[in-house]
């Protein structure tokens, strides 16, 4: 049995697999302004076609996205997706931050002003190659949590997420005459679990706080979540050879759905210490073409990836010698660049949408400036010792605990109102006698150095290490005596997708989680530092007294401090490369560029101009491992 796709040009059949049937019973039925019927969507009772693009607003900064909204708009879209971040808007229980980036009404207002339609994924769950997938860490002090189900604590922290998030953007609907035309339900959970009563859960939850327009679901390939009687199934995919067999399932439940991919992706993204994920445009173009050909609606992910600034990308494959932590670009090889340029993607899409619909676009904004301001040297640095002595002095949080906890554990008492760390690294300080082994008996997330009297060993422990958490400090020759001994663990990045059946979501508690041996004998007591590099730290960083000559250097890790000068009344955008450094973090004007790191691909950390101004710009470095001569910001990036 074979049933047609619509199509603005032709009607195309494919052959359902036979292991589909015509699902019998009820299927799902918009209440909203968005509608469908014979695998058509109807908006307001016209017939629409949606042509989208997802551009995510925390990844840009607020200055630009009029820019890179303008430029979809020009490509042909007449739909913008976006995720929304909880771990951004919450940071913990009850405290929300809806302002400047994360000013989400604002940006609809923006996308509403261009006479755009908006697709809205609130999650909880967004995934994106996002920290933790978008959950915010705090979830897990909780050592009981199971996220994404319907296990009590959990639902009532997304309830309350979505009592805050929901009636600041349910007025932006389309029933009330705004943007929104269709709302999103969890995302892939199909991929994670066959729980569908949790999906009936957010459904609720998104209705309880007035959600009214259309629903969805996304997912890709067989593993399809059976939720077509309560929102409309749509797929993702990059190879139309794929998404047909995708599309057939679809046609299999309900003869009215019409046929969406919710996301087409456009590139692919990077982890640290892996080729860079490139994809031709030709392929791109070619499956993309097939998409409009059917007559498809369709939403291309992503179509301005941005960036992941400050701790906030993700990882995959936790738990696993294949773990991948994922750079700070989220260039992703999209049609908008992350730099904001339009690229050959970007026209030779925009030259598909004019062929296969009745869009003419209008023009294409011209792409911004980019400028090239040097090389720059630093003036002064900082010891580590003198580094955590400054972070003494902007928070009451360093604690002393039996036994040493992961970040999550923690009782930040003065910022945090007694949950944990969420980002960053964790230092575990004590005084300790002469020693020749460390070792961890437990877990140990994600990459563990040690530092002894300020002296930084050579080996490093991270996910290859098969769980053998040992390192041998004869080399250091130590003295008789007492000796400070650091132990320095780096949040990578939570993972941020999981395949079904794993519970690897529930465990990513960052830091050390069991014992600590030195020489076999199990050590406690130790001293915590959350070195979390806020906004307070880092201003108090640069503005200390406590930095000394270069002609004094130590070797790392440590704080370097330097000032970038721009001539001219209008800065540009830049790149930073950190040639010759190893790895570590870079704030510019106290603005978190993200990390570096040597191993690549990503060998530049992009600055937008909003972060700049005329004149001096104040610089820090945070070194683990190797010293560079200088940094250098050039025009372009270098993203392989």
Not at 46 to 58: E, K
Not at 275 to 294: C, M, P, V, W, Y
């Amino acid at each position: 049995m074979n049933f047609p796709i619509f199509s603005s040009n032709v009607v195309e059949e494919f052959d359902i697999p036979k292991d589909n049937v015509i699902k019998t019973g009820e299927t799902y039925v918009s209440p909203g302004s968005l509608k469908f019927k014979k695998r058509q969507f109807y908006l307001d009772g016209q017939p629409l076609r949606i042509l989208s693009g997802a551009v995510h607003y925390f990844r840009i900064p607020e200055d630009y996205w009029d820019d890179i909204l303008k430029k979809a708009k020009a490509a042909g879209l007449n739909t913008i997706d976006t995720y929304v971040p909880w771990n951004l808007h919450e940071d913990r229980p009850g405290n929300y931050y809806f302002a400047q980036h994360l000013d989400i009404e604002k940006f609809l207002r923006k996308v509403n002003d261009l006479g755009l339609y908006v697709i809205f994924r609130p999650g909880p769950y967004i995934c994106s190659e996002w920290e933790f997938g978008g959950l915010p860490g705090w979830l897990l002090k909780d050592p009981d949590m199971v996220i994404r189900s319907n296990y009590k604590p959990y639902q009532d922290a997304v309830d309350r997420w979505f009592g805050a998030l929901i009636p600041k953007i349910k007025d932006f609907q389309r029933s009330k005459g705004g943007p929104i035309i269709a709302v999103q339900v969890e995302n892939e959970f199909g991929h994670y679990s066959d729980e569908t009563d949790h999906l009936l859960f957010i459904k609720k939850v998104l209705q309880k706080y007035g959600i009214q327009e259309m629903l969805l679901t996304s997912d890709n390939g067989r593993r399809q979540s059976l939720f077509y009687n309560q929102a409309l199934p749509t797929v993702n995919f990059q190879n139309f050879a794929n998404g047909k067999t995708d599309f057939e399932r679809i046609k299999a439940q309900s003869k009215d759905f019409p046929l969406m991919v919710m996301e087409f992706w456009s590139g692919w993204f990077d982890h640290w210490g892996e080729d860079h994920h490139g994809r031709k445009a030709s392929f791109i173009l070619s499956n993309f073409e097939e998409i409009l050909k059917t007559g498809a609606s369709v939403s291309v992910y992503m179509f301005h990836g941005g960036t992941n600034f400050g701790f906030m990308a993700g990882a995959n494959n936790a738990d696993s010698p294949n773990y991948g932590a994922d750079v700070s670009s989220y260039d992703y090889g999209a049609p908008i660049s992350e730099a904001g340029d339009t690229t050959p993607l970007y026209h030779g899409m925009r030259d598909l949408i004019t062929k296969y619909s009745s869009v003419k676009p209008g023009p294409v904004p011209p792409n911004r400036e980019k400028a090239a301001y040097g090389q720059v040297k630093m003036l002064n640095f900082m010891s580590w010792f003198d580094m955590l002595d400054v972070m003494k002095t902007v928070t009451q949080d360093i604690n002393t605990y039996k036994k040493p906890l992961p970040m999550e554990y923690l009782k930040m008492i003065e910022s945090r109102e007694g949950y944990g760390q969420n980002y960053g690294y964790i230092v575990y300080r004590r005084t300790v006698p002469k020693f020749t082994k460390l070792e961890v008996k437990g877990t140990m997330k994600d990459r563990m150095q040690i530092v002894i009297d300020g002296r930084r060993d050579s080996k490093v422990l991270d996910w290859k290490s098969n769980y053998d958490y040992t390192i041998d400090v004869s080399s250091h020759s130590m003295r008789e005596g007492n000796h400070t001994l650091d132990i320095i663990v780096e949040n990578l990045g939570r993972a941020n997708y999981a395949n079904k059946g794993s519970k690897v979501l529930n465990k990513e508690r960052k830091g050390i989680t069991g014992e600590i041996l030195l020489d076999d004998k199990p050590v406690e007591n130790w001293t915590v530092y959350p070195l979390t590099f806020n906004r307070n730290f880092i201003h108090k960083i640069y503005t200390n007294d406590k930095y000394f000559p270069l002609s004094s250097l130590t070797k790392p890790p440590c704080l370097f401090r330097t000032n970038l000068k721009i001539e001219g009344p209008v800065p540009k955008d830049t790149f930073l490369q950190m040639e010759g450094w190893g790895k570590g973090i870079v704030f510019v004007n106290e603005h978190h560029l993200g990390r570096y790191w040597s191993i690549g691909p990503q060998k530049t950390l992009f600055v937008p101009a909003p972060y700049l101004k005329a004149g001096y710009n104040s610089i820090i470095v945070f070194e683990e491992e190797k010293i560079g001569k200088y940094i250098s910001f050039i025009d372009h990036p270098l993203l392989s």
